[in-house]
């Protein structure tokens, strides 16, 4: 499946774009991938929200892996409970912005919201100085290209296939189009915001175009402009020869039929995939707010005090509002 760029890496369901995997290249001057990682193409309401399962080790685990991905989730695993609930508890006043002693849903979205945004620009500033090789505060195509491509541009008789060649010739100048895109000015210098919308374009508006085009060409094998049934599948699932479909992939095709192909001409286009991935009714973290306060609030009264949330503890552990298990191993004066 695919990817995003940038994004978010580890944001629950959250959309990211796919990205090729990376070619072969020696050391640090090889050919690189994007500093991203494979997640879910599209942001899907949670039609299971207050199904949670039974309230044991697999339910918790599902919530931790549905939140964060299962390499997140094992940050769960580093501190004692005693020393999660306390450093937990920290949080929570943080996220209690009026001091009323209550978090509501609007409270819990906004922290999620500040947590996600933190991700991204942390994530760019990780990889900054990888690019901005003159170091000037800006990052230019040439040293974005040089930096990414330029062993093999210097190199091509280093292609090992001719595969490898040919996901060369498609990334460079998908990059070039998505960098062009995000730099608004026109001047073939990104500043860091706008190195962030090249890197998370799914996170600005002026981007949203580029996401449904690189995912209409990851899943539209035949180059007809629009994905049918069978790439819509492709794109998740591989067929063994003659082996049978999982349930799921039946289901999948039925969403196709019944809430993918809007238009019932057995594809879709592009303002069909927009709708896909982009859903414009579905807000990620106010779902997720919703979801934590339906599972913790006892007297359901529609927020949370810190006492509710420290009961549910382990649940809000995998979260996103402790930015994956991050903000609980960090000195709280950091957030």
Do not use: C
Request: hydrophobic fraction near 30%.
């Amino acid at each position: 499946m695919g990817v995003l760029v940038g994004p978010v890496p580890g944001l629950g369901p959250l959309l990211l774009l796919l990205l090729l995997p990376p070619l072969p290249g020696p050391g640090p001057r090889g050919l690189r991938a994007k500093p991203t990682v494979r997640k879910e193409r599209v942001v899907r309401p949670d039609s299971e929200l207050g199904r949670r399962p039974p309230e044991d080790a697999p339910g918790l685990r599902y919530d931790h892996e549905a939140f964060l991905g299962k390499e997140e989730a094992k940050t769960f695993d580093q501190l004692s409970p005693d020393e999660s609930k306390d450093r937990l508890g920290k949080i929570v006043d943080r996220i209690d912005n009026d001091g009323d002693g209550y978090v509501t849903t609007e409270e819990l979205k906004s922290w999620i919201k500040r947590v996600q945004k933190r991700y991204i620009y942390e994530n760019v500033a990780k990889v900054w100085k990888d690019y901005d090789q003159n170091k000037d505060d800006k990052v230019s195509w040439e040293e974005y290209k040089q930096a990414t491509y330029g062993y093999y541009l210097g190199n091509p008789e280093e292609f090992q296939d001719g595969s490898d060649q040919h996901t060369f010739k498609k990334m460079l100048p998908r990059d070039e189009r998505r960098f062009n895109t995000a730099d608004l000015d026109g001047d073939s210098t990104a500043t860091r915001e706008e190195f962030t919308a090249f890197l998370h374009p799914e996170e600005f508006e002026h981007m949203k175009d580029i996401v449904v085009l690189e995912t209409m060409e990851d899943i539209d094998k035949n180059g007809d402009g629009f994905v049918d049934q069978d790439e819509y599948i492709a794109d998740m699932f591989a067929h063994e020869e003659n082996g049978p479909e999982p349930d799921w992939v039946v289901t999948e095709r039925e969403q196709f039929s019944d809430f993918r192909d809007l238009n019932k001409d057995g594809k879709m286009d592009k303002e069909e995939i927009r709708h896909w991935i982009l859903p414009q009714d579905y807000d990620h973290a106010q779902a997720e707010a919703r979801h934590l306060v339906y599972e913790s609030d006892q007297d359901k009264d529609q927020k949370l005090t810190k006492g509710e949330i420290l009961e549910n503890w382990n649940m809000f552990v995998g979260s996103q509002a402790t930015n994956y298990g991050e903000d609980l191993t960090k000195n709280h004066d950091e957030l």
